[in-house]
């Protein structure tokens, strides 16, 4: 495989009612919610079935029994809490305390980087409607921390095959997490879960995690996580549930954070790595990564000691060939793109990060950053200063200060807005998110819920509802279903050609 | 390991273009201040749009943990 592989994301946003910091948050992400719904949505609003959701499946083989887990790892049970798919394939939900979109299926990461930043204008649509006038606005902001201890996350998800075993997946990928941080940080003010300690760093989450492996997301969190519900047929596939990632803005971060993750990803999967690249003391190095932005941390690995970026480029070279070997001359576009690009960032990085100023979320941060140390004369621990990071990531384009560098040109982007309009309202075409999304548009008032693997349809003259699998992520494209859906002016007419 | 590939490189948006050789050194000190006056411009235009009270407003934002 190459870059393509069916992945997703899922976006933990941080929300505050302006003027209001104790404001009962599951009250506002529910109103943001809700708004979002009743302005959108036809009709009926379909609901999320939970029937095949397992969260305390893990990827080493064995459940982890309810009365053990901790209230917040319980996250089928619907506690009443808003809760909706669109007809772009996506989930928007209140997750915990915080509203939370998830991606459709998409099957390259350019697919992704736009769904994800039809995502953030979602979220945006969904406070502009939550606001009315006899209620404080509500206000997302695209981060991980509140720099006082709470963390929350932005996910990735990819579909592997189970056949692979877990434990090459720990052994390669951890020490390229540990790396990885200086493509796909988010930048930080603040040293410690706190944010107490004076100083920038490349991530917002390196200081939440404690572990090497586990289950847990919110408490304890790994750097590899083994939640497992694949949702797809569970024989043939696992999903790689990672964690560790910091929410970007940035389009060209996000796109090489789940293209380099994928290749590598491909290469554990074909057993092509054979190097051990194992960091001494993950943890500890996962963290000292982040806390140098110089990038001159040295990590020891199997006797000799690498940078983040040396470590990267070991990747990068074994990707480089595995390529070549794989596909050669009929690489395809984007595997190629990716590689190009991964290049292009390490070599500069290696000679002076400020060069990715234009392409990198944390680089782009400390480059503001430091331009108003250098103008105003301010210390780390300077409210400005921390200021500056947290709206950097405010979701309004006329306040958020990544859009106001968009806007400036001094940041570039791989999509145009219209394209990321689009898939506002529009499934990706070549998965099930493309059945799903178009029966919501077209079908509402007949749809009762749906989910990653089922559409239910409360359909006249059958008494109970009917539930269509759609367990495999690949069928249910447009080339499968798209003209079965054009012909089918009603639900049922779907319904009925399709279990003919 | 096999050799690497040479991949043609993407000159439209990653890579910039070498630093011209500098023609003395009048041009390098008109391009710094031309850059100190870009970046003083757009730090202009980011006080604009910063929140006022930085310290009151960062205390507030205060978020439950999640995922």
């Given at each position: ?54 969260p305390l499946r893990d990827a080493r083989g064995f459940d982890m029994a309810r009365e053990v887990a901790d209230p917040t790892q319980l996250t089928d049970e619907d506690l009443g809490l808003a809760n ?192 051990d690249l194992s960091v001494r003391q993950p943890v500890m190095s996962l963290r000292a990564v982040s806390h140098d932005p110089t990038l001159g941390h040295l990590l020891e690995i199997d006797g000799r ?196 | 390991?096999?050799?690497e590939q040479k991949q043609p490189r993407k000159s439209q948006e990653t890579d910039e273009p070498a630093d011209a050789a500098p023609a003395g050194q009048e041009a390098v000190a008109e391009r710094k ?35």
């Amino acid at each position: 495989m190459s870059v393509r592989r069916i992945m997703g994301t899922e976006t933990e946003f941080g929300i505050s009612v302006q003027g209001q910091p104790h404001a009962n948050p599951m009250v506002a992400s529910t109103r943001l919610v809700n708004a979002y719904a009743s302005s959108t949505l036809k009709a009926r609003r379909a609901r999320w079935d939970f029937e095949e959701e397992s969260p305390l499946r893990d990827a080493r083989g064995f459940d982890m029994a309810r009365e053990v887990a901790d209230p917040t790892q319980l996250t089928d049970e619907d506690l009443g809490l808003a809760n909706v798919i669109l007809t772009n394939g996506a989930r928007l939900y209140v997750d915990h305390a915080h509203p939370e979109y998830s991606t459709p299926e998409c099957t390259n990461p350019l697919d992704i980087v736009k769904w994800d930043k039809a995502g953030e204008l979602i979220a945006l649509d969904a406070c502009r409607f939550a606001s009315v006038p006899t209620d404080a606005d509500i206000v997302l902001y695209k981060n991980n921390t509140d720099n006082k201890g709470a963390s929350y996350g932005s996910h990735e998800n990819y579909l592997m095959r189970r056949s692979t075993p877990f434990g090459d997946i720990v052994r390669h990928l951890t020490p390229f997490f540990v790396s990885r941080q200086v493509i796909t940080g988010a930048g930080r003010v603040g040293i410690g879960q706190d944010g107490r300690g004076d100083g920038f760093q490349l991530t917002s989450r390196a200081d939440f995690f404690e572990v090497e492996v586990g289950l847990e997301t919110t408490l304890k969190r790994p750097i590899i996580n083994t939640r497992d519900e694949p949702h797809a047929d569970p024989e043939k596939y696992r999903r790689l549930h990672v964690i560790i990632g910091d929410a970007n803005l940035a389009e060209i971060s996000t796109y090489l954070k789940v293209g380099t993750t994928s290749l590598v990803l491909a290469m554990i999967e074909d057993r092509y790595l054979t190097a051990d690249l194992s960091v001494r003391q993950p943890v500890m190095s996962l963290r000292a990564v982040s806390h140098d932005p110089t990038l001159g941390h040295l990590l020891e690995i199997d006797g000799r000691t690498l940078t983040a970026v040396q470590l990267q480029w070991e990747y990068f070279h074994q990707a480089t060939a595995y390529v070549a070997e794989r596909y050669g001359v009929d690489v395809d576009v984007q595997t190629k793109d990716v590689l190009a690009r991964w290049e292009s960032v390490l070599t500069r990085l290696e000679r002076d990060p400020m060069e990715c100023a234009t392409e990198l979320d944390w680089v782009a941060k400390l480059k503001l950053l430091n331009s108003y140390r250098d103008r105003d004369g301010l210390e780390w621990n300077d409210a400005k200063l921390h200021l500056i990071d947290l709206q950097y990531s405010d979701l309004r384009p006329e306040k958020g200060l990544y859009n106001r560098l968009v806007k400036l040109g001094q940041i570039k982007r791989l999509l145009d807005d219209e394209s990321v309009i689009a898939a506002m309202h529009d499934p990706p075409e070549d998965t099930r998110a493309y059945f799903r999304g178009r029966c919501l548009d077209k079908y509402s008032d007949s749809i009762a819920a749906a989910s990653w693997d089922s559409v239910i349809f409360d359909l006249p003259g059958y008494e109970s509802l009917q539930r269509v699998p759609t367990i495999d992520p690949m069928r249910g494209s447009k080339a499968h279903v798209g003209p079965l859906l054009d012909r089918s002016p009603t639900a049922l007419a779907l319904f009925e050609a399709l279990t003919r | 390991m096999a050799q690497e590939q040479k991949q043609p490189r993407k000159s439209q948006e990653t890579d910039e273009p070498a630093d011209a050789a500098p023609a003395g050194q009048e041009a390098v000190a008109e391009r710094k201040e031309q850059l100190d006056e870009d970046i003083d411009a757009i730090l202009g235009e980011i006080d604009d749009v910063l929140e006022t009270n930085a310290e009151d407003f960062v205390k507030s934002f205060i978020q439950k943990g999640g995922e």
